[in-house]
């Protein structure tokens, strides 16, 4: 080794790390111009604040160092306005936009997303901020017509106007913002990523042909809930781009075959629409597609084998269509080169049939399997043991048949959601099981479980919030540890089942909301109820005694139980008039008990409306 160059080498790079120091230290960046600090002052006293992120605007400071505001270095003039609202906080600015930001000549970038300007129309002078690259208004609830004037903002690139939106008295979601004519996108000819969604475009005939004069429109185009009711054919100047996005519209066509022409797409979202008619085999052009959503539609017909030619594909959503073939022929489809890095595929609700293919493990990142409510029929293959990566399984309302064991689950490690109700299937399983997973979701309805008991694996299962096995032939008292197992459980049905004995409590440790325990063989006298269940369901069984245990014992805290059934027991007595804390009551059912005397008035006028009394006596 030449110690000297090394030497050398060492003072060269000290003495540049001291010019580095010196030229940081010097504070060569020009100030902040004063007239553009007064015109920030001015915006400011128009927002309204309530967090008060804007404290740093203040005094003579110099704005480079004010929150949000980014300032040139070599000019001082501010280029960048960023304002965004943290909706998962609800920490958002509102107020007026005043007209002030004029006096920022040289801002490149203005983002006001995720606030709440309660409907007030987007200001059209923002139209001119002629050095605008970056505009972003979405979530910001802005209302009525969006103003013509940014047909003016002719450097900008990206435009968000997304998802300003409220919600009516009736739980409709319903669109803030308008437009007669999109003709004043034409002028923004730097535009390559729109974003409109949830502005109503229903009057705006002409939103595929502006956009196809933009041929720098790129990275994405998105118009979903747009109230759109055409999508025009023959026009695909838009070839370069990236992603589109018309989900949830009211377009009825065949899907045009320019869309297969976007060769460069790479994601295309056409759910929630009327697309008919057949899959072309044209959809193997699209061979740079990473998710393709075509669901909630209504096209018919085979899935192409030129789906084997999208080598890029990671997600795939055709469910809620009229979709026919072999689901095995559709695997042997994606197998043939994209197998390795499908990550999510759903097809249910279609009319597939066939049975599912023994080499499942080919798809060795595959996170999300929806195949339920189609015609699949055979076993479940043993090789879906081996799809370490699965998160979230329906395979609900198929044919399928034959055993499933213990093997089947051995390597999903990551298993949160199982949903496999309605077919003939039977869960074997040793009596020490322990499961590899932690589910949050179980559904085995008429399922048929050896040994037909509740299952002591459950007991590992803390993380459980949903569990359902509705008629699965169990039989049995249920253990003490059933009641406390998981603290998470909100949902739980056990009905249709021929579990025996007394129910202690409801699950005093838990926040369960939904619970269905009817058409068993329990007995002794009714359980209480804890205040966070809205449905009990404990009908057609053999609970005795009276209702005054039931609704004037431990009635200390308001309840939220709004529907309850407890028909087709051996209940006894008079109905108690003790309803105080049982406000949010709206349907009860008592009916086929030995019931005597008058339904309480406070049951009747006080919480409820005749309509909604299922049956009190009989």
Known sequence: MNIGSTVVRFLSIATLFTISLLLCNANLSAPCKQNERQAL??????????????????????????TGVVCDNLTGHV????????????????????????????????????????????????????SLRYLNLSHSMFGGLIPHQLENLTSLQVLDLGNSQYEDVYGEILSLLEVESLQWISGLSQLQHLDMSRANLSKASDWLRVTNTLPSLVENLDMSFCRLYH?????????????????????????????????????????????????????????????????????????????GNLFTICSTDMSWNNLNGSVSEIFESFSRCSSGQIESLSLSSNNLSGHLTDKLDHFEKLRVL???????????????????????????DNNLIGVVSQLHFTNLTRLVEFQASGNSLTLET?????????????????????????????????????????????????????????????????????????????????????????????????PLVSSTVKTLDLSYSSFSGTLFHFFCNNNSEP?????????????????????????????????SNNLIGNIPRSLLFGLLTLPQILALTQ
């Open 559 to 591: 309840k939220a139980l709004e529907s309850l059934h407890l028909d087709n027991n051996r209940l006894s007595g008079k109905i108690p008039d003790c309803f105080r804390n049982w406000k949010k009551l709206l349907a009860v059912n008592l009916d």
């Open 41 to 66: 002052l001015k915006f400011k006293h128009d927002l309204e604040d309530p967090f008060n992120r804007l404290s740093s605007w203040a005094g003579e400071g110099d704005c480079r160092n004010w």
């Open 430 to 526: 040793t009596p020490h099981w322990l499961p590899p997973f932690q589910l949050s979701t179980l559904v085995l309805d008429s399922w048929h479980l050896e040994p037909s008991e509740l299952p002591m694996w459950l007991q590992s299962q803390t993380q459980l919030e949903t569990l359902s096995m509705f008629n699965t032939r169990i039989s049995g008292t249920i253990m003490t540890w059933f009641w406390n197992f998981s603290s998470q459980l909100e949902y739980i049905n056990l009905s249709e089942n021929k579990l025996y004995g007394e129910v202690p409590h409801i699950f005093p440790s838990s926040d369960y909301q939904e619970i269905f325990l009817g058409s068993n063989q329990f007995n002794g006298s009714l």
């Open 231 to 307: 999508i025009p054919g023959g026009i695909a100047n838009m070839t370069n781009l990236k992603f589109l996005n018309l989900q949830d519209n009211y377009i009825s066509s065949t899907i045009p075959k320019w869309l297969y022409m976007l060769s460069h797409l790479q994601s295309l979202i056409l759910s929630d629409n009327s697309f008919h008619g057949e899959i072309s085999s044209s959809l193997g052009n699209l061979t740079s597609i990473v998710n393709l959503d075509l669901s909630s539609n209504q096209v018919a017909g085979n899935i192409p084998n030129s789906l």
């Open 370 to 396: 929806d195949l339920a409510n189609n015609s699949i029929s055979g076993p479940l293959p043993p090789s879906f043991g081996n799809l370490s990566c699965l998160e979230t399984v329906s395979i609900d």
């Open 79 to 130: 280029c960048e306005l960023h304002l965004a609202g943290y909706e998962s906080f609800s920490m958002y600015f509102s107020g007026k936009i005043n007209p002030s930001l004029l006096n920022l000549t040289h801002l490149t970038y203005l983002d006001l997303s995720n606030n709440d300007f309660r409907g007030i129309q987007i200001p059209s002078f923002l139209g001119s901020l002629k």
